[in-house]
């Protein structure tokens, strides 16, 4: 019986109405999700291995001169080869990993009484958890296993190669170690630039669909993207646009986020409403803040925004090209013989725990909810992800002084 669960440790997180009055309660909070749909999907194979090795094509290398390829006139050709052409590939390994968890454990005495429907929206707002995990279990590892990164040195100071790490079939690319202090604020500019390099040098691939073209995505805060807006240059061309007529410089202009519309030069911006932001900036390695703090409420503990993510001075946004990373989840496997399993979770269900036993609960009182995320990333084009690091700078709220009119109380 020691293992066995109290009714005092019940967490009771639905909240009562001693007067049999149905209370409303809100829907928490769920943000958007830029990174969920970024990456193509898959199945990790059973009865394989824990660790698997993914081997990619490289681009064909010529032998010739892809300035001035040569040819031989057909009539001298009996025989002879001009050239023997090079293939080669680039292996790369990834394995499996697993998150698991319990929602609170609860006791239907505590929902006798409970408001209608708090058990609805507390189930509700689990599922929106496990969404939010999985964006940023997608960001952590586009973010650390990229092939490229870009740090915003300051110009003048550092060159694009200085700021610049990694490269064509790398991965797990550390930033440039240039130091906080002279790190400083991203614009659009430097963002294409990054684009023209991704695309003529490394030959990223980029999105393609109806709407947009041929893009990549540059997902960041909302800052910095109202900060691109009104960028010097940009902002003329979208009110060129606009004044024009044109329905893609409005949109450009008043949309929440970039992606409602064309692609702006060939780059579509997301917003990310908890984008990756930093403490500090130490050889090269940013200190990441968590963006919620742990608040204690009436009943069981809330998320609120983290005061130190708020005032972070360094963030961090990505520019990603098509085909980077492939998101897989594992096959089906419930035993082999006589050894039977129930099936798996893997894909982040969230399922209710509710049995009757004769020892702990042997009158159905408790249950909980539990939920699995098994993923692994098998990186194709690691270099078509690059975080770029750069600093926050204070808002520019555009007031001004003026002179005192009338008297002043």
Avoid at 149 to 174: H, M, P, R, W
Wanted: aromatic fraction near 10%.
């Amino acid at each position: 019986m020691a293992d066995c669960l109290t009714p005092e440790a019940a967490t009771n997180f639905a909240s009562k109405d001693s007067n049999r009055l149905v209370g409303q309660i809100a829907k928490a909070l769920a943000y958007n999700s830029p990174f969920v749909g970024l990456l193509t999907g898959g199945t990790f194979p059973s009865g394989t291995s824990d660790t698997i090795r993914s081997v990619i094509q490289e681009q064909a290398l010529t032998a010739d001169s892809l300035n001035s390829p040569t040819f031989t006139a057909t009539k001298d050709l009996c025989g002879p080869v001009n050239s023997t052409e090079n293939v080669a590939s680039t292996e790369y390994s990834y394995t499996l990993g697993t998150k698991r968890a319990f929602g609170p454990k609860v006791c239907v005495k505590n929902g006798f009484s409970a408001f209608q429907g708090a058990y609805s929206m507390a189930e509700d707002s689990l599922k929106k958890l496990i969404g939010a995990i999985t964006n940023a279990d997608i960001r952590k590892n586009l973010y650390s296993r990229s092939g490229v990164k870009f740090v915003a040195g300051n110009s003048g100071v550092y060159s694009f190669s200085q700021c610049l790490t990694g490269g064509e079939s790398q991965i797990d690319a550390a930033f440039a170690n240039i130091p906080q202090n002279s790190i400083g604020q991203l614009n659009f500019k430097t963002v294409h630039t990054i684009s023209r390099y991704l695309r003529e040098t490394l030959l990223g691939e980029p999105f393609e669909d109806r709407t947009a073209g041929m893009h990549y995505k540059f997902i960041g805060g909302s800052d910095i993207v109202e900060q691109f807006r009104n960028e010097i240059g940009v902002k003329e061309v979208l009110v060129a646009l606009t004044t024009g007529g044109y329905k893609f410089g409005s949109e450009s202009l008043t949309a929440y986020q970039w992606e409602t519309s064309t692609a702006y030069r060939g780059i579509a911006l997301g917003v990310d409403q908890r984008p990756l932001r930093a403490s500090a900036v130490v050889a090269g390695v940013p200190t990441l803040v968590e963006p919620f703090v742990s608040v204690a409420t009436t009943n069981g503990n809330a998320s609120r925004v983290n005061p130190a993510w708020v005032s972070a001075p360094f963030e961090v946004a990505f520019l990603v090209g098509a085909n980077s990373f492939k998101r897989l989840v594992p096959e089906r496997y419930t035993g082999e013989g006589s050894f039977k399993f129930a099936p798996q979770l893997a894909a982040g269900e969230l399922q209710w725990h509710y049995v009757i036993d004769n020892n702990c609960n042997p009158y159905g009182d408790f249950g909980w909810h539990k939920y699995e995320i098994t993923r692994a990333f098998q990186p194709v084009r690691p270099a078509n992800v690059v975080p770029i690091l750069f600093r926050r700078c204070p808002y520019d709220l555009g007031i001004t002084a003026c002179a005192n009119t009338g008297s002043l109380l």
